[in-house]
Protein backbone atom coordinates (compact mmCIF):
# COMPACT_ATOMS: atom_id res chain seq x y z
CA UNK A 1 0.00 0.00 0.00
CA UNK A 2 1.33 3.15 -0.76
CA UNK A 3 1.10 6.22 1.43
CA UNK A 4 -1.11 9.45 0.65
CA UNK A 5 0.69 12.49 -1.18
CA UNK A 6 -0.51 16.24 -1.45
CA UNK A 7 0.23 18.02 -4.97
CA UNK A 8 2.67 19.56 -3.36
CA UNK A 9 5.15 17.16 -2.80
CA UNK A 10 5.56 17.13 -6.17
CA UNK A 11 7.18 20.54 -6.89
CA UNK A 12 11.03 19.98 -7.69
CA UNK A 13 14.00 18.29 -6.18
CA UNK A 14 13.84 20.98 -4.10
CA UNK A 15 11.95 18.10 -1.94
CA UNK A 16 14.71 16.09 -1.04
CA UNK A 17 15.86 19.24 1.16
CA UNK A 18 15.48 18.91 4.55
CA UNK A 19 12.25 19.43 5.65
CA UNK A 20 13.55 23.20 7.71
CA UNK A 21 15.56 23.91 4.47
CA UNK A 22 12.62 23.43 2.17
CA UNK A 23 9.97 25.24 4.03
CA UNK A 24 12.21 28.19 4.17
CA UNK A 25 12.62 27.80 0.36
CA UNK A 26 9.13 28.33 -0.55
CA UNK A 27 7.29 31.59 -1.28
CA UNK A 28 5.39 33.49 1.84
CA UNK A 29 2.33 35.70 0.94
CA UNK A 30 -0.31 37.39 2.94
CA UNK A 31 -3.91 35.49 2.46
CA UNK A 32 -7.06 38.18 2.94
CA UNK A 33 -10.84 37.93 2.29
CA UNK A 34 -13.50 39.97 1.07
CA UNK A 35 -17.01 39.36 0.12
CA UNK A 36 -19.67 41.38 -2.67
CA UNK A 37 -22.71 41.76 -1.21
CA UNK A 38 -25.34 43.80 -2.33
CA UNK A 39 -28.79 45.54 -1.57
CA UNK A 40 -31.69 44.66 -3.32
CA UNK A 41 -31.64 47.57 -6.51
CA UNK A 42 -27.65 46.21 -6.82
CA UNK A 43 -25.50 48.50 -4.92
CA UNK A 44 -22.08 47.63 -3.60
CA UNK A 45 -21.51 47.32 0.50
CA UNK A 46 -18.49 49.63 1.28
CA UNK A 47 -17.15 49.98 4.83
CA UNK A 48 -15.06 53.01 5.93
CA UNK A 49 -12.22 52.08 8.15
CA UNK A 50 -11.08 54.35 10.89
CA UNK A 51 -7.55 53.49 10.58
CA UNK A 52 -6.37 53.88 7.11
CA UNK A 53 -4.64 57.14 6.42
CA UNK A 54 -5.62 57.65 2.88
CA UNK A 55 -9.45 57.97 3.95
CA UNK A 56 -10.04 54.96 1.32
CA UNK A 57 -12.87 52.58 1.88
CA UNK A 58 -12.96 48.64 1.88
CA UNK A 59 -14.99 45.65 0.77
CA UNK A 60 -16.30 44.06 4.51
CA UNK A 61 -13.86 41.53 4.84
CA UNK A 62 -9.84 40.61 6.63
CA UNK A 63 -7.14 39.36 7.01
CA UNK A 64 -6.65 35.57 7.09
CA UNK A 65 -5.18 34.55 10.84
CA UNK A 66 -2.67 31.58 11.28
CA UNK A 67 -4.55 28.15 10.69
CA UNK A 68 -7.45 29.42 9.23
CA UNK A 69 -9.13 28.96 5.95
CA UNK A 70 -10.76 32.02 3.85
CA UNK A 71 -13.99 31.05 3.87
CA UNK A 72 -14.09 31.41 7.48
CA UNK A 73 -12.43 34.19 7.84
CA UNK A 74 -15.08 36.03 5.68
CA UNK A 75 -17.65 35.10 7.63
CA UNK A 76 -16.28 35.92 11.26
CA UNK A 77 -15.19 39.16 9.75
CA UNK A 78 -18.54 39.86 8.75
CA UNK A 79 -19.97 38.96 11.47
CA UNK A 80 -17.07 40.84 13.50
CA UNK A 81 -18.10 43.97 10.96
CA UNK A 82 -21.54 43.80 10.03
CA UNK A 83 -23.07 41.62 12.74
CA UNK A 84 -24.63 39.50 10.30
CA UNK A 85 -23.96 35.72 9.72
CA UNK A 86 -23.79 35.08 5.85
CA UNK A 87 -23.68 32.03 3.65
CA UNK A 88 -20.96 32.42 0.86
CA UNK A 89 -22.01 29.99 -1.78
CA UNK A 90 -18.93 30.87 -4.50
CA UNK A 91 -15.74 32.53 -4.75
CA UNK A 92 -16.20 34.94 -7.65
CA UNK A 93 -12.49 36.02 -7.84
CA UNK A 94 -9.12 34.90 -6.95
CA UNK A 95 -6.47 38.12 -6.78
CA UNK A 96 -2.81 38.28 -7.09
CA UNK A 97 -1.02 40.80 -5.36
CA UNK A 98 2.69 42.18 -6.25
CA UNK A 99 5.20 43.76 -3.13
CA UNK A 100 5.84 45.70 -6.18
CA UNK A 101 2.07 46.93 -6.27
CA UNK A 102 2.27 51.29 -6.38
CA UNK A 103 -0.98 50.72 -4.55
CA UNK A 104 1.05 49.22 -1.47
CA UNK A 105 1.14 51.92 1.39
CA UNK A 106 4.83 53.04 1.65
CA UNK A 107 6.72 51.58 4.46
CA UNK A 108 4.72 48.22 4.30
CA UNK A 109 6.67 44.91 4.07
CA UNK A 110 4.24 43.15 1.73
CA UNK A 111 5.62 39.92 0.80
CA UNK A 112 2.60 39.98 -2.01
CA UNK A 113 -1.27 38.97 -1.31
CA UNK A 114 -3.56 36.01 -2.32
CA UNK A 115 -7.50 37.63 -1.60
CA UNK A 116 -10.21 35.39 -1.95
CA UNK A 117 -13.62 37.26 -2.95
CA UNK A 118 -17.09 35.28 -2.32
CA UNK A 119 -20.51 36.05 -2.99
CA UNK A 120 -22.47 37.59 -0.05
CA UNK A 121 -25.61 37.42 -1.40
CA UNK A 122 -28.51 40.22 -1.41
CA UNK A 123 -29.70 41.96 1.57
CA UNK A 124 -33.14 42.06 2.75
CA UNK A 125 -34.05 45.25 4.46
CA UNK A 126 -34.44 44.08 7.34
CA UNK A 127 -30.93 42.49 7.45
CA UNK A 128 -29.55 45.85 6.39
CA UNK A 129 -31.36 47.33 9.23
CA UNK A 130 -29.56 44.79 11.78
CA UNK A 131 -26.36 45.85 10.54
CA UNK A 132 -24.36 46.89 13.35
CA UNK A 133 -20.47 48.80 13.23
CA UNK A 134 -17.47 47.60 15.70
CA UNK A 135 -17.34 51.45 15.61
CA UNK A 136 -13.32 51.60 16.91
CA UNK A 137 -12.61 50.20 13.62
CA UNK A 138 -15.21 51.08 10.95
CA UNK A 139 -17.25 54.87 11.42
CA UNK A 140 -19.88 54.24 8.60
CA UNK A 141 -20.88 51.81 6.01
CA UNK A 142 -22.62 52.58 2.82
CA UNK A 143 -24.26 51.05 -0.28
CA UNK A 144 -23.27 52.51 -3.83
CA UNK A 145 -23.63 52.48 -7.11
CA UNK A 146 -20.25 50.62 -8.41
CA UNK A 147 -19.28 53.85 -10.48
CA UNK A 148 -19.07 55.34 -7.62
CA UNK A 149 -18.16 52.69 -5.13
CA UNK A 150 -14.66 52.92 -7.29
CA UNK A 151 -13.61 56.15 -6.38
CA UNK A 152 -13.81 55.21 -2.60
CA UNK A 153 -11.16 52.02 -3.17
CA UNK A 154 -7.77 52.03 -3.67
CA UNK A 155 -7.63 51.54 -7.80
CA UNK A 156 -6.24 48.10 -7.00
CA UNK A 157 -9.24 47.10 -4.72
CA UNK A 158 -11.68 49.06 -6.92
CA UNK A 159 -10.55 46.47 -10.13
CA UNK A 160 -11.39 43.61 -8.04
CA UNK A 161 -15.05 44.21 -6.49
CA UNK A 162 -15.72 45.33 -10.45
CA UNK A 163 -14.09 41.60 -11.71
CA UNK A 164 -16.05 39.94 -8.62
CA UNK A 165 -19.18 41.36 -8.75
CA UNK A 166 -19.56 40.87 -12.58
CA UNK A 167 -18.43 37.27 -12.43
CA UNK A 168 -21.71 37.17 -10.26
CA UNK A 169 -23.90 38.87 -12.64
CA UNK A 170 -22.67 37.55 -15.51
CA UNK A 171 -22.15 34.06 -14.33
CA UNK A 172 -18.99 33.37 -15.38
CA UNK A 173 -16.51 31.22 -13.77
CA UNK A 174 -13.72 32.46 -11.01
CA UNK A 175 -12.21 35.67 -11.80
CA UNK A 176 -8.08 35.13 -11.80
CA UNK A 177 -6.64 38.36 -11.52
CA UNK A 178 -3.09 39.52 -10.81
CA UNK A 179 -2.27 43.37 -9.78
CA UNK A 180 -6.44 44.12 -10.89
CA UNK A 181 -6.10 42.35 -14.04
CA UNK A 182 -7.62 39.26 -15.34
CA UNK A 183 -5.47 36.67 -16.66
CA UNK A 184 -7.29 34.76 -18.21
CA UNK A 185 -9.84 35.62 -20.87
CA UNK A 186 -11.91 39.07 -20.16
CA UNK A 187 -15.83 38.55 -19.64
CA UNK A 188 -17.88 40.97 -21.96
CA UNK A 189 -19.27 42.89 -18.45
CA UNK A 190 -15.55 43.63 -17.83
CA UNK A 191 -14.25 44.26 -21.68
CA UNK A 192 -17.27 47.02 -22.34
CA UNK A 193 -16.52 48.10 -18.50
CA UNK A 194 -20.27 47.44 -17.87
CA UNK A 195 -21.84 48.71 -14.74
CA UNK A 196 -25.60 48.28 -13.20
CA UNK A 197 -27.95 50.58 -13.90
CA UNK A 198 -29.41 51.56 -11.05
CA UNK A 199 -32.70 53.36 -10.97
CA UNK A 200 -34.68 54.53 -8.35
CA UNK A 201 -37.98 52.32 -7.51
CA UNK A 202 -40.15 55.13 -9.40
CA UNK A 203 -39.83 52.40 -12.17
CA UNK A 204 -42.31 50.49 -10.53
CA UNK A 205 -44.93 48.99 -10.33
CA UNK A 206 -45.43 47.60 -13.60
CA UNK A 207 -49.61 48.01 -14.54
CA UNK A 208 -50.67 45.33 -16.26
CA UNK A 209 -54.30 47.09 -17.85
CA UNK A 210 -54.00 49.73 -20.74
CA UNK A 211 -52.45 53.09 -20.54
CA UNK A 212 -55.06 55.70 -19.19
CA UNK A 213 -55.95 58.43 -22.19
CA UNK A 214 -54.78 60.87 -20.26
CA UNK A 215 -51.41 60.03 -20.26
CA UNK A 216 -49.09 59.88 -23.16
CA UNK A 217 -46.32 57.66 -23.89
CA UNK A 218 -43.29 59.01 -24.17
CA UNK A 219 -41.29 55.65 -23.78
CA UNK A 220 -41.40 52.17 -25.49
CA UNK A 221 -38.31 49.37 -23.54
CA UNK A 222 -38.92 45.60 -24.89
CA UNK A 223 -37.51 42.46 -23.54
CA UNK A 224 -36.19 41.16 -27.32
CA UNK A 225 -36.16 37.42 -26.82
CA UNK A 226 -33.64 35.44 -28.90
CA UNK A 227 -34.73 31.44 -29.70
CA UNK A 228 -33.11 30.14 -27.19
CA UNK A 229 -35.01 31.80 -24.60
CA UNK A 230 -32.25 34.90 -23.55
CA UNK A 231 -32.50 38.54 -24.38
CA UNK A 232 -30.45 41.60 -25.82
CA UNK A 233 -28.99 44.32 -23.65
CA UNK A 234 -27.11 46.98 -24.86
CA UNK A 235 -24.65 49.30 -22.91
CA UNK A 236 -24.24 52.50 -24.05
CA UNK A 237 -20.32 53.83 -23.58
CA UNK A 238 -19.52 56.64 -21.39
CA UNK A 239 -16.82 58.57 -19.24
CA UNK A 240 -17.63 56.39 -16.57
CA UNK A 241 -18.45 52.97 -18.26
CA UNK A 242 -20.86 51.68 -19.87
CA UNK A 243 -24.78 51.49 -18.54
CA UNK A 244 -27.05 48.13 -19.83
CA UNK A 245 -30.67 49.33 -21.57
CA UNK A 246 -33.57 47.16 -22.58
CA UNK A 247 -33.56 48.03 -26.59
CA UNK A 248 -36.04 50.60 -27.15
CA UNK A 249 -36.24 54.86 -26.58
CA UNK A 250 -38.31 57.84 -26.95
CA UNK A 251 -41.52 58.11 -28.51
CA UNK A 252 -41.02 60.38 -31.73
CA UNK A 253 -43.88 62.23 -33.11
CA UNK A 254 -42.55 60.54 -36.40
CA UNK A 255 -43.29 57.14 -34.91
CA UNK A 256 -47.63 56.03 -35.43
CA UNK A 257 -47.44 53.72 -32.57
CA UNK A 258 -44.89 52.87 -29.55
CA UNK A 259 -44.10 49.50 -31.10
CA UNK A 260 -43.41 51.57 -34.70
CA UNK A 261 -40.94 53.79 -31.69
CA UNK A 262 -39.59 50.03 -30.52
CA UNK A 263 -38.57 48.50 -33.70
CA UNK A 264 -36.69 52.05 -35.31
CA UNK A 265 -34.93 52.02 -31.79
CA UNK A 266 -34.05 48.24 -31.90
CA UNK A 267 -32.71 48.53 -35.26
CA UNK A 268 -30.45 51.49 -34.78
CA UNK A 269 -29.10 50.55 -31.12
CA UNK A 270 -28.36 47.10 -31.79
CA UNK A 271 -29.40 46.62 -35.37
CA UNK A 272 -32.28 43.61 -34.42
CA UNK A 273 -35.63 43.12 -36.18
CA UNK A 274 -38.15 42.39 -33.90
CA UNK A 275 -41.65 40.55 -35.06
CA UNK A 276 -44.77 40.64 -32.74
CA UNK A 277 -44.31 43.35 -30.10
CA UNK A 278 -46.73 42.27 -27.19
CA UNK A 279 -47.84 44.93 -24.25
CA UNK A 280 -46.93 43.55 -20.85
CA UNK A 281 -47.65 47.12 -18.85
CA UNK A 282 -46.63 50.36 -18.21
CA UNK A 283 -44.98 52.53 -15.21
CA UNK A 284 -45.31 55.59 -14.09
CA UNK A 285 -42.87 58.46 -14.62
CA UNK A 286 -44.43 61.03 -12.71
CA UNK A 287 -42.25 64.24 -13.29
CA UNK A 288 -41.37 63.42 -17.24
CA UNK A 289 -38.38 65.74 -15.97
CA UNK A 290 -35.73 63.82 -18.60
CA UNK A 291 -38.23 64.62 -21.18
CA UNK A 292 -38.56 68.47 -20.04
CA UNK A 293 -40.84 68.14 -17.06
CA UNK A 294 -43.81 67.31 -19.58
CA UNK A 295 -45.50 66.13 -16.22
CA UNK A 296 -46.74 62.72 -15.50
CA UNK A 297 -46.60 60.16 -18.64
CA UNK A 298 -46.38 56.43 -19.01
CA UNK A 299 -43.12 54.37 -20.36
CA UNK A 300 -44.31 50.83 -21.81
CA UNK A 301 -42.78 47.75 -21.23
CA UNK A 302 -42.99 45.02 -24.29
CA UNK A 303 -42.02 42.04 -25.15
CA UNK A 304 -40.99 41.13 -29.05
CA UNK A 305 -39.12 38.15 -31.12
CA UNK A 306 -36.17 38.64 -32.62
CA UNK A 307 -35.84 37.47 -36.01
CA UNK A 308 -32.27 38.83 -37.02
CA UNK A 309 -29.37 40.57 -35.48
CA UNK A 310 -27.50 42.65 -38.33
CA UNK A 311 -24.14 43.21 -38.06
CA UNK A 312 -22.68 46.22 -35.25
CA UNK A 313 -23.47 49.41 -36.64
CA UNK A 314 -23.07 52.98 -35.03
CA UNK A 315 -26.28 54.22 -33.31
CA UNK A 316 -27.31 57.54 -35.19
CA UNK A 317 -28.48 59.03 -32.22
CA UNK A 318 -25.18 58.93 -30.37
CA UNK A 319 -22.61 58.83 -32.92
CA UNK A 320 -20.64 55.46 -31.62
CA UNK A 321 -21.94 51.33 -31.38
CA UNK A 322 -23.38 50.30 -28.26
CA UNK A 323 -22.13 46.82 -27.31
CA UNK A 324 -24.92 44.02 -27.55
CA UNK A 325 -25.34 41.36 -24.98
CA UNK A 326 -27.26 38.34 -24.50
CA UNK A 327 -28.54 37.66 -21.34
CA UNK A 328 -30.99 35.30 -19.01
CA UNK A 329 -33.97 38.11 -18.54
CA UNK A 330 -33.17 37.57 -14.52
CA UNK A 331 -29.30 38.40 -15.47
CA UNK A 332 -30.73 41.66 -17.64
CA UNK A 333 -32.92 42.84 -14.35
CA UNK A 334 -29.99 42.53 -12.26
CA UNK A 335 -28.02 45.08 -14.43
CA UNK A 336 -30.72 47.17 -15.04
CA UNK A 337 -30.97 47.88 -11.39
CA UNK A 338 -34.40 47.58 -10.58
CA UNK A 339 -34.41 45.12 -7.78
CA UNK A 340 -37.44 43.00 -7.28
CA UNK A 341 -40.43 44.51 -9.15
CA UNK A 342 -37.67 44.04 -12.41
CA UNK A 343 -37.12 40.25 -11.14
CA UNK A 344 -41.09 39.95 -11.37
CA UNK A 345 -40.96 42.14 -14.65
CA UNK A 346 -38.54 39.79 -15.98
CA UNK A 347 -40.27 36.69 -14.95
CA UNK A 348 -43.62 37.85 -16.88
CA UNK A 349 -41.68 38.63 -20.02
CA UNK A 350 -40.27 34.82 -19.80
CA UNK A 351 -43.88 33.35 -19.47
CA UNK A 352 -45.31 35.61 -22.10
CA UNK A 353 -42.59 34.74 -24.58
CA UNK A 354 -43.10 30.92 -23.97
CA UNK A 355 -46.82 30.92 -23.98
CA UNK A 356 -46.88 33.53 -27.08
CA UNK A 357 -44.17 32.00 -28.60
CA UNK A 358 -42.89 28.44 -27.75
CA UNK A 359 -39.42 29.78 -26.04
CA UNK A 360 -37.89 28.41 -23.25
CA UNK A 361 -36.76 29.91 -20.28
CA UNK A 362 -32.91 30.31 -20.29
CA UNK A 363 -31.12 28.19 -18.74
CA UNK A 364 -28.63 30.31 -16.23
CA UNK A 365 -25.19 30.95 -19.25
CA UNK A 366 -22.50 33.59 -19.12
CA UNK A 367 -23.23 36.93 -20.75
CA UNK A 368 -22.24 36.67 -23.69
CA UNK A 369 -21.28 39.32 -26.60
CA UNK A 370 -23.01 39.62 -29.82
CA UNK A 371 -21.07 38.80 -32.62
CA UNK A 372 -19.81 42.11 -34.47
CA UNK A 373 -21.17 40.39 -38.03
CA UNK A 374 -24.64 39.29 -36.09
CA UNK A 375 -26.45 36.43 -35.79
CA UNK A 376 -28.28 33.87 -37.87
CA UNK A 377 -31.39 32.97 -35.69
CA UNK A 378 -33.52 29.76 -36.69
Known sequence: MTSPVSPSDHVSPRAALPAAQYAASRHAAWLGAAAIITDEVGRVLLVHPTYREDDSWLLPGGVVEPGEHPHVTCRREISEELGLDLPLPAVLAVHSFSPRHPDLQPGTHCPGEVRFVFDGGTLTP????????????????????TRDAVQRLRPV???IML????????????????????????????????????????DSPLHRGPVPGQLAVQQAWAWCFVPDGRVVLVAE??????????????????????????????????QLTLADPVRLGWVLDETGEVYGGVGPNARLRLAARVTAIGPGAVDPATGHPFARLLATPAQAAALLGWGPPGARQAQLAAETAGERWGLPLARPAAIEEVPAEGMRLS
Open 157 to 159: DGQ
Open 237 to 270: PGPRGALPMLPGGTVETTDATPEDTLRREAAEEA
Open 126 to 145: DQVEAIRLPREELSEYAFLE
Open 163 to 202: AAYRARLGNTATAHLADGRHILDVPALDRHDVHVRYRPLW
